[in-house]
Nanobody, 121 residues
């Protein structure tokens, strides 16, 4: 079994910053892509940013230049530094990871429980 545990959400004012962290634990052979998604009230979950094991990143247009994703492969952790936050960034943020638990098993996508980020205007 694998667990993803997020931390770092909260309430912040317009223009402020927050840093989200996500730690993967359990039976892990290899972690491929890790990422962050968010779900705004009444809307579908959407991609925020992803990072491969080699460090290649991808961002949603709405967060480019404001958010930075990074990972620590030794710790099985992924981070999201969010700067210049706007009220429209308010959402539940979910950590996501494509993990192979054993060398002989296919990879599977795991999700964290989500952490609320609220940006006040």
């Amino acid at each position: 079994q694998v667990q993803l545990v997020e931390s770092g959400g909260g309430l912040v004012q317009f223009g402020g910053s927050l840093r989200l962290s996500c730690a993967a634990s359990g039976t892990i052979f290899r972690i491929n892509v890790m990422g962050w998604y968010r779900q705004l009230p009444g809307k579908q979950r959407e991609l925020v940013a992803t990072v491969t094991g080699a460090g290649s990143t991808n961002y949603a247009d709405s967060v480019k230049g404001r958010f930075t994703i990074a990972r620590d492969n030794a710790k099985n952790e992924v981070y999201l530094q969010m700067n210049s936050l706007k009220p429209e960034d308010t959402a539940v943020y979910y950590c996501n990871a494509d993990i192979r638990s054993r060398s002989y098993l296919p990879s599977y996508t795991w999700w964290g429980q989500g952490t609320q980020v609220t940006v006040s205007s």
